[in-house]
């Protein structure tokens, strides 16, 4: 399994992480979230076998469409 973390600004509390989580945990293929507020990162974890490129490529753009913004 791969992970992907981004950089994630704009979250402050557990209602973001609810937020972003509920997003991104209805992408195929992304089998766990795990924010750290602290860092301001989301990691997501992957199924095997799937395009890494495009499933970060979703994940920022739901992300960022949940009013967040996805640095990098």
Do not use: F, N, P
Not at 3 to 17: A, E, I, K, P, W
Not at 29 to 54: F, H, N, R, Y
């Amino acid at each position: 399994m791969a992970q992907v973390t981004l950089s994630v600004s704009g979250m402050s509390c557990q209602h973001c992480v609810k937020a972003v989580t509920e997003v991104a945990m209805e992408i195929d293929g992304i089998t766990a979230c795990d924010i750290d507020l602290e860092k301001a990162t989301v990691t997501l974890t992957l199924s095997d076998g799937v395009d890494v490129d495009a499933l970060q490529a979703t994940a920022s753009r739901v992300i960022t469409e949940e009013g967040y913004t996805v640095q990098g």
